[in-house]
């Protein structure tokens, strides 16, 4: 193998055919890299021997690597809760799969890379802020530990994209566990094609859940397992204050990993209802929304997957139903484990569920009738466990409500401290899973604009690099772990991406 080949395997484009129209990227005129992901690259075992103009060439399209085979996925989505039974890669392409260093299995796709049959009336292009806020999002939710589709690359194209004003161009390199979506079903699904939603889950089975190939009910335990799956990630999601903003059935993908980083943002002041997405008038996704939107649309991968899940479509509903039924009982189960981890409590105690989440909750509503910046308030309660209480007063106005519930807080705590040295022991884990640094939207958007308004990359490149440790306090990065100034968040919208 050439050094300079990329090893691809592409089973979507083998195995699936009939599900996607092979497609070539359109040619842009002017590719300059912006942003490359060495770290991922290794991790795929992509040489990075290459100059920037290669890798331009190779990720904006112009010049895609041997192997890699352009396609352009159908799906079908619930937008908003109504039904779009055409949507596909309008400006996206799967170029190919690779098998990564750690062996598993990844999709490389652009995004922006021009017109599609799924198209529709759009331009099949993407802007730089939009795709660059992708880098910036994926990192940090990798970074914060949470399963994530991640850039690769973005290059610009040299061209404008028309929006409400002309924007520069660019294509993402997008990384993930597979494109598969909730959509995707419904696509087949919708389409009347119950063989190729067979061949579809026998896919994303063997691919993504291979302990259930062969087993018997392995269409009900695949429905369980994506339903687990997605509990998991929407927990870590509540308990990093992230709202997706566009919970499309589209959007959620099969592997549980966050997808699609348009309209979304991290909560600032807590608010359960808080919403930033300019398009979701209604709050469909606010933050606590989000477990039951996850719920709503696993609904329908369960109504795609009926047919397969027994002859009898009475027995069906019924074994399907069940799935979903405990979707917030195992929603609840990973958030406790969550919370507990970031309360600083490792075990639970006699009655503890109870007692331990209404603890969180109570918490929750004290940040909330305060307006208290959510993530420093736990980082703030990690001092506090070292007995540093000064920062967390600080962040409130109201004490009393505070002091008692400090006082459940250290006898919840004392419950289980038994050897010396627990309390800081017990900071310690704290901060290992509650960030000093998120992606704060008022940073995020300033260094947007500088790449995209003023072609100025080193805003960007500041925050990112800060964002790659969020767990780690540096009074250097200061500015990056402050609030944004109230009246900002007041006015704050997010877009979609298009
Ligand atoms: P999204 O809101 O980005 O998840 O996209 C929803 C659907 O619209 C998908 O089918 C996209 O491929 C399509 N889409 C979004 N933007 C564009 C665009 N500029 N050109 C063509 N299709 C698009
Ligand atoms: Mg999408």
Request: with cysteine; aromatic share 10%; proline share 6%.
């Amino acid at each position: 193998m050439p050094n300079s080949a990329i090893p691809f395997d592409n089973t979507y484009a083998r195995e699936l055919s009939g599900f996607y129209e092979p497609c070539q990227p359109a040619m842009v005129r002017e590719p300059v890299l912006l942003f490359f992901n060495h770290g991922l690259a290794e991790e795929l075992g992509i040489e990075a021997g290459r100059d920037d103009a290669a890798l331009a060439a190779m990720f904006s399209g112009n010049a895609l690597p041997e192997g890699a085979q352009p396609i352009a996925q159908a799906y079908s989505g619930h937008q908003f809760g109504q039904f779009n039974p055409q949507l596909g890669d309008g400006r996206a392409l799967l170029i190919g799969e690779v098998i990564d260093r750690h062996g598993r299995r990844r999709d490389i796709a652009l995004k922006g890379s021009g017109r599609t049959p799924f198209s529709r009336r759009g331009d099949g292009k993407a802007a730089v802020g939009p795709m660059l806020r992708e880098v910036l999002i994926g990192e940090v939710m990798h970074a914060l530990g949470i399963p994530t589709t991640r850039a690769l690359a973005v290059v610009s194209s040299g061209e404008p994209v028309f929006r409400e004003r002309a924007l520069p161009g660019a294509i993402l390199t997008r990384v993930a566990a597979s494109h598969l979506r909730v959509g995707t079903f419904q696509y087949f699904a919708a389409h009347g094609a119950p063989e190729q939603v067979r061949h579809l889950a026998d896919y994303a089975i063997a691919r993504h859940f291979p302990e259930l190939a062969g087993a018997e009910e392995r269409y009900l335990g695949f429905l369980r397992a994506v339903a687990e799956r997605q509990a998991a990630l929407i927990a870590q999601w509540m308990h990093a204050g992230f709202i997706h903003g566009v919970m499309n059935t589209d959007n959620m993908g099969i592997p549980g990993e966050s997808i699609d980083f348009g309209p979304c943002a991290f909560m600032e002041a807590f608010d359960p209802r808080a919403v930033f997405s300019s398009i979701d008038e209604m709050g469909r996704y606010a933050y606590e929304a989000q477990p039951r939107i996850a719920r709503w649309n696993l609904a329908r991968l369960a109504e795609t997957l009926l047919p397969l899940i027994a002859d009898n479509e009475g027995r069906a509903i019924e074994l399907a139903t069940e799935v979903i039924d405990g979707f917030m009982a195992h929603y609840q189960h990973y958030w406790l484990a969550g919370l507990r981890a970031k309360l600083g409590l490792r075990g639970s105690v006699k009655h503890g569920d109870h007692v331990d989440t209404a603890l969180g909750e109570s918490w929750l509503d004290l940040l909330h009738a305060q307006q208290v910046d959510y993530t420093l308030a736990w980082r703030r309660l990690a001092d506090a466990a070292a007995g540093n209480e000064a920062p967390l007063r600080a962040m409130f106005s109201g004490q009393p409500g505070l002091d008692r519930w400090l006082q459940r807080w250290r006898e919840r705590c004392a419950a289980e401290d038994v050897e010396p040295g627990a309390a800081n022991a017990r900071a310690e884990s704290m901060r290992r899973v509650n960030p000093w640094l998120i992606a704060r939207n008022h940073r995020v958007e300033e260094a947007l604009a500088a790449a995209s308004d003023e072609g100025d990359l080193a805003p960007f490149e500041q925050l990112l690099l800060a964002l790659r440790r969020p767990f780690d306090e540096d009074p250097a990065l200061a500015r990056y772990a402050e609030p944004a100034p109230g009246a900002f968040m007041a006015e704050f919208r997010t877009f979609c991406g298009t």
